[in-house]
């Protein structure tokens, strides 16, 4: 049982480019998210999915898109890379409240 | 006001000191509560769950007062291991979404 997965674990990215940051879970979990946490702040919430083929905006949804195919796999894409995408992203799923999280992806655009 | 606000520290304590972090939380409709860690650039790890007035697990309790909508922490016994940012989180009632405080950095020194 690995739980939550992310891939890569890091990444660097040129202003411009494009890329998917990839989430999966073994725990047959119905609810994922996606979370950034910048330097020194706390974790704001993306998008999130109550299940495969629902997905909804969280707090900043801008320049990320999602989809949610499978309920295992939950992929995050940055379209245009701007420099204030820098940040760790989070993927977290949960069954009832409590959320549990992978280890991350630190993605920092140049 | 934020809806779920955190003292950010940091608290410095030595090793076996008993420190308490409280939380505060803005609505009223939030029926759980939850402690995350975070270690330094790593995913939040769930700590404990709060659903009634409090829970206890070793050397951690955390207690609910929803008459004045706080939840605390106390660690007994401080270890090094201990030190780490901790999350106050409000589930927000909707789409099992949680609502995370910006953490209250702690220290323990030998």
């Known amino acids: 049982n690995a739980g939550v997965t992310q891939t890569p674990k890091f990444r660097i990215l040129k202003i411009g480019q494009s890329m998917t940051l990839q989430c999966a879970q073994d725990m047959n979990h119905n609810y994922m998210y996606w979370y950034r946490q910048d330097p020194g702040m706390g974790l704001k919430l993306i998008y999130y999915?109550?299940?495969?083929?629902?997905?909804d905006k969280g707090e900043v949804p801008n320049g990320y898109n999602v989809s949610r195919s499978t309920t295992e796999d939950f992929p995050l894409r940055l379209e245009l890379a701007a420099p204030s995408q820098t940040s760790v992203y989070f993927c977290?799923?949960?069954?009832?409240?409590?959320?549990?999280f992978g280890p991350g992806t630190r993605l920092t655009v140049t | 006001r934020k809806e779920v606000e955190q003292d950010p520290g940091p608290f410095n304590v030595p090793e076996g000191a008993t420190v308490a972090f409280n939380c505060t939380y803005s609505?009223?409709?939030?029926?759980?509560f939850f402690w995350y860690r975070q270690d330094c650039r790593k995913e939040p790890k769930l700590l404990m769950s709060?659903?009634?007035?409090?829970n206890e697990d070793g050397r951690f309790t955390a207690q609910l007062n929803r008459a004045s909508q706080y939840i605390s922490l106390l660690i007994r016994d401080s270890k090094l291991s201990d030190s780490a940012t901790y999350l106050c989180v409000a589930y927000a009632g909707n789409n099992r979404k949680l609502i995370w405080g910006l953490g209250t950095s702690l220290a323990v020194n030998p």
């Open positions: 609505n009223s409709a939030s029926q759980s």
């Open positions: 999915s109550v299940g495969a083929g629902i997905t």
């Open positions: 709060v659903y009634s007035s409090g």
């Open positions: 977290a799923s949960s069954s009832m409240d409590e959320q549990y």
